[in-house]
């Protein structure tokens, strides 16, 4: 365990946004964050062209064509691929981030961009699908280590009033990263045909710009201080982000953290699923992962053009109109992030989760009726404009920096893990399953996705407390104590309190910290 650290302070912990946070967020984001959002919609405007580009090589190679399901087969393996690729890359950043450390990983993990940006770029000129698809799939590798480090490397770096704030700068980069692709894709840019390779591989050049800045900025202090014992690398980089020295509070509560944490090694993920202390976050962390993509956000996101042509608008200015969607995604994470930390992570994820759902319905409503009455694909054009911005206010973001703020140190890199994969799978599986519920259920598929947001909404309601302005201690225990309530309340039979096993995570010793009960209600 590290020494304790004096240093002569007036026990505030300075909370000011200093100059180098806000370039670590933008950094990180801009270079990792940012390419999830990309390479979501990058493939969708030069389809044609890569579907071209596969049926000539293979009567190159062969003499003869490929058959349209062939052909279509190809082009959705590509699409495919990078969720497979992102599950892949979540089930593997626990270990990185462990051995790397925070901007480490996210430091080394640049040579996949260059990797596949190479293969997509060079693709055409080789004459190998096998380039596009395989660049494909290492982005996707990519992407899923930056969903889960990038929020945990901000999370640890910012004080405890700046976390939400921080943590929604990723989302927003997301959405930039869309929009961009979807500027970039215009006919009058990278849209022709001869440009798709370059289209798909300029990812690099975001990627190479964080390679340049980022390594010159510290490692999370948490990390150092807790899982390495590096006291004096840990005040380097508590001075380095914050605006003052005045750092004495903030190193005792690491300390404290450290001391609950000294005989418990990083958990693997059966080793937090079978951890009844941390019952309810893990539960949380499932719920508001899965309920993030089986809310239907890829669903509008892919029937957005019918959506809008049914509306009348005039299909050369479709493009024009479904890039204007990806302002409103930016402008939505811009009240996000400048909000969470006023009206707090639940009324974020509760308000969006709900806009999400009423709007869902209301597609539904608005299809069955359009054809009698004209004016109604209007309202469907407004509701897929509100279930955007309801997804971008809140439940694009706010699930990974929940994510964070429920663990500890030694349950962190596990909890990421299983919040990646479970939201990977989802996406795999709202992409699979979307085109059968569409055909049997028709209009009505939508009914599905407003209830998934309806009942997320409600168990954020329930059981999710507010974090905003608080310690990852003082979350853990208001966890504990909230869980020793329900049980002595009887609403758990279970033969003892088991919250004192793991050395004081969450133990009922330290609860000092009364649970508020309106934390949990608006």
């Known amino acids: 365990?590290?020494?304790?650290?004096?240093?002569?302070?007036?026990?505030?912990?300075?909370?000011?946004?200093?100059?180098?946070?806000?370039?670590?967020?933008?950094?990180?984001?801009?270079?990792?964050?940012?390419?999830?959002g990309y390479n979501l919609a990058v493939v969708n405007s030069p389809a044609a062209y890569i579907k071209s580009f596969y049926n000539k090589t293979v009567v190159s190679r062969n003499g003869t064509g490929l058959s349209g399901e062939t052909l279509t087969l190809m082009y959705s393996l590509t699409v495919s691929v990078f969720a497979i690729g992102g599950l892949l890359g979540s089930l593997i950043v626990g270990m990185l981030v462990s051995r790397f450390g925070r901007k480490g990983t996210v430091v080394n993990t640049t040579v996949l961009?260059?990797?596949?940006?190479?293969?997509?770029?060079?693709?055409?000129?080789?004459?190998s699908p096998e380039m596009v698809i395989i660049g494909r799939f290492i982005t996707g590798i990519h992407s899923g280590i930056s969903l889960s480090v990038v929020p945990m490397y901000l999370g640890e770096i910012a004080p405890k009033n700046l976390r939400g704030f921080l943590g929604l700068v990723p989302s927003i980069f997301i959405g930039t990263g869309v929009f961009a692709a979807q500027i970039l894709g215009l006919h009058e840019l990278l849209g022709k045909e001869e440009y798709w390779p370059l289209f798909l591989s300029v990812v690099v050049v975001p990627t190479f710009i964080?390679?340049?800045?980022?390594?010159?900025?510290p490692e999370s202090p948490r990390y150092l201080l807790i899982e390495k014992n590096n006291v004096h690398a840990t005040i380097t980089a508590l001075k380095w982000y914050r605006a003052k020295c005045d750092i004495q509070a903030e190193i005792e509560e690491m300390q404290e953290e450290q001391r609950s944490l000294s005989s418990v090694e990083m958990l693997s993920v059966w080793s937090l699923l079978l951890d009844d202390s941390v019952r309810w976050q893990v539960l949380s962390v499932v719920v508001i992962n899965i309920g993030m993509q089986l809310s239907g956000i890829d669903a509008i996101w892919f029937y957005t053009n019918d959506i809008f042509k049914n509306a009348g608008i005039p299909v050369p200015e479709i493009q024009y109109t479904t890039a204007g969607t990806g302002v409103i995604e930016i402008i939505a994470g811009l009240i996000g992030c400048f909000t969470i930390e006023k009206v707090g992570r639940r009324h974020l994820m509760i308000g969006g989760f709900t806009m999400m759902g009423i709007c869902s319905a209301g597609i539904t409503l608005a299809l069955i009726l359009q054809v009698k009455l004209l004016f109604m694909r209007y309202v469907s054009v407004c509701c897929v404009v509100g279930i955007i911005a309801g997804f971008c206010i809140g439940p694009a973001g706010v699930p990974f920096l929940?994510?964070?703020?429920?663990?500890?140190?030694?349950?962190?890199?596990?909890?990421?893990?299983?919040?990646?994969?479970?939201?990977?799978?989802?996406?795999?599986?709202?992409?699979?399953?979307?085109?059968?519920?569409?055909?049997?259920?028709?209009?009505?598929?939508?009914?599905v996705f407003a209830t998934v947001c309806f009942s997320v909404a409600v168990y954020v309601y329930i059981v999710i407390p507010e974090t905003k302005n608080k310690t990852f201690m003082e979350i853990s225990r208001m966890f504990s104590k909230k869980e020793s309530i329900l049980e002595t309340q009887g609403l758990f039979h279970v033969d003892q309190l088991k919250l004192k096993k793991m050395n004081g995570y969450g133990g009922l010793e330290h609860t000092s910290l009364e649970f508020d009960s309106s934390s949990s209600v608006p």
Do not use: D
């Open 402 to 447: 929940i994510t964070a703020e429920l663990f500890k140190q030694s349950h962190r890199p596990a909890a990421y893990i299983i919040g990646g994969s479970l939201n990977w799978l989802s996406n795999f599986t709202v992409g699979f399953v979307f085109p059968f519920l569409q055909m049997s259920a028709g209009s009505y598929c939508y009914l």
């Open 1 to 36: 365990m590290a020494e304790e650290i004096l240093i002569p302070s007036s026990g505030k912990i300075t909370s000011q946004l200093t100059g180098s946070l806000l370039a670590v967020a933008f950094l990180t984001s801009f270079g990792s964050s940012m390419l999830y």
């Open 210 to 217: 964080q390679l340049l800045l980022l390594p010159w900025f």
């Open 113 to 127: 961009v260059f990797m596949a940006g190479s293969l997509m770029g060079f693709s055409r000129i080789c004459g």
